[in-house]
C-alpha cells in the first residue's frame, strides 16, 4: 500500500491543477469576450460603472496572475516531493525524480501558456483602443 500512495498524490496534485486551470481558463475567456463586447458597442465605455478597462483591471488580468501562481506552486509541489521521501533504493528514488519532472510539465506548460496569453490579452487590449 505505501508504493500506491504517491502516484495516488501525484494524480490528485495533477488532477487539481487541471480542473482549477480549466475552470479558470473558462472564466477568463468569458471576462475577454464581456470586454471586448463591450469595446465594439461603446470604446472606452465611460458611462458604464464596469468598462473593458475596469473589468479588465478587477477580473481578467487577477485571474491570469493567479492561475499563473496557482500553476507554478503546484509545479514546485510536485517537483519538490522526491526531496521529502526518504526511498532506500536509488533506482526507485531516480524513477520518481524523473516521473515528478515528467508530471510537473503540465502546469509548467500551462504557466507559460496563461503568461502568454496575459501579455496578448493585453497588447489587444491596447491595440482595440488605438
Known amino acids: 500500500m505505501d508504493r500506491l500512495g504517491l502516484p495516488i498524490v501525484l494524480l490528485a496534485a495533477l488532477w487539481g491543477a487541471v480542473n482549477t486551470t480549466l475552470s479558470f481558463f473558462q472564466t477568463i475567456n468569458a471576462r475577454r469576450d464581456l470586454i471586448f463586447e463591450l469595446i465594439d458597442e461603446c470604446g472606452y465605455c465611460a458611462e458604464k460603472t464596469l468598462g473593458p478597462i475596469e473589468i479588465y483591471f478587477t477580473n481578467l488580468l487577477p485571474l491570469t496572475i493567479g492561475n499563473i501562481i496557482f500553476l507554478v506552486l503546484i509545479s514546485y509541489v510536485i517537483l519538490s516531493i522526491p526531496r521529502h521521501m526518504k526511498i532506500e ?3 526507485e528514488a531516480e524513477h520518481l525524480k524523473i516521473a515528478c519532472r515528467v508530471i510537473a510539465v503540465l502546469p509548467i506548460f500551462g504557466a507559460i501558456s496563461f503568461a ?8 489587444i487590449l491596447i491595440r482595440s483602443f488605438n
Do not use: E, R
Request: hydrophobic share 55%.
Open 89 to 91: 533504493n536509488t533506482a
Open 116 to 123: 502568454a496569453g496575459g501579455i496578448f490579452d493585453m497588447v
